[in-house]
């Protein structure tokens, strides 16, 4: 039977910052690539991307558009909107399927699917996440710069953390949402010169997503016009489908290759590191699209499939 699935080299899942570069690279490499996006970037919220040399402060949607429009150059490479639903190694390739119903084959998968924040049941918070509670004061401290903060900070590895925001505004008041501190992570506090709030956070007051205050549970009031909070994360539900092997925060383990455990499905960008953000999302899915292109080159050479 003659299998009529359309075939590739690789399939990259996800349209990001991650899935673009290497998505340009694997163009530019001439090899065989569809990318999938679903359409919903993580950073959808954000007014700009920052950190990111020449596109410093661009929106998110529109570096998205300059990126395929660059991406349509390379013949090779197809592009496809929708969510991928399922991914499956059949022998020694993979066949992976499309919301849409429609099954390709491919050598290899690279997926750039980004990370799920998991934001807090916290009334209000939802409201605010993206526009004005923020993870990374890299990425937004810069446009709230010597405003009031409040920094989430509710066990003694974020210590440090609390005290970064320092380099942008004096006003920053730690909230601890209910957490004990030791001794030793409060006298680092005083030392700083922060403020501590120590009770739970049971509601954020704000309008049209910007924040205006916290409402502890005891009753008070932490007036700011910024809160950074670090969410728990986990995978995306194709990570999980896949059993791909997982650190004790959820991130998928990797080779040096970007390959997970499941051979020939490798991952780049914020699903693959703590280290996440834009430029180094950017980065990572051009070295994943630069060592696959490497093995596939030599594979096809040597009368691999």
């Not at 009529?4 to 490499?29: H, I």
């Not at 290899?108 to 996440?129: Q, S």
Request: glycine share 10%; proline share 4%; hydrophobic share 45%.
């Amino acid at each position: 039977m003659v299998d009529t699935k359309e075939s590739y080299d690789v399939v990259v899942v996800g349209g990001g910052p991650a899935g673009l570069s290497a998505a340009l690279m694997f163009g530019r490499a001439r090899k065989r690539v569809l990318l999938c996006d679903g359409g919903t970037p993580r950073n959808a919220r954000a007014h700009g991307v920052h950190n990111f040399l020449t596109r410093d402060g661009m929106p998110p949607a529109e570096m998205r558009a300059e990126a395929l429009t660059q991406i349509a150059v390379y013949p090779t490479v197809d592009t496809r909107s929708g969510l991928v639903a399922h991914v499956a190694k059949v022998g020694e390739r993979f066949e992976v399927t499309l919301a849409s119903g429609a099954t390709v084959t491919a050598r290899r998968v690279l997926l750039t699917t980004g990370i799920v924040d998991v934001v807090p049941e916290i009334p209000g918070f939802a409201d605010v996440w993206g526009y004005s509670s923020y993870q990374c004061p890299y990425c937004h401290g810069y446009e709230v710069r010597d405003k009031a903060w409040a920094v989430c900070v509710s066990s003694a590895p974020l210590v440090d953390w609390g005290i970064l925001m320092l380099g942008w505004t004096r006003n920053v008041t730690i909230v601890t949402h209910g957490a004990t501190l030791d001794a030793d992570s409060l006298a680092k506090l005083a030392k700083a010169g922060l403020k501590v709030a120590t009770s739970r956070i049971a509601k954020v007051d704000g309008r049209d997503g910007q924040i205006e205050a916290l409402v502890l549970a005891d009753g008070s009031r932490v007036a700011c016009d910024a809160l950074f909070y670090k969410p728990d994360q986990k995978p995306v539900a194709l990570v999980t489908e896949l059993g791909l092997e997982l650190d004790e925060r959820g991130i998928v383990k990797v080779s040096m290759m970007r390959e997970s455990s499941l051979a020939g499905l490798h991952v780049a960008g914020d699903a693959s590191t703590m280290m996440q953000g834009a430029a180094m999302a950017a980065a990572d899915g051009t070295m994943a699209a630069a060592m696959m292109n490497h093995a596939l080159t030599v594979e096809s050479a040597l009368g691999g499939h």
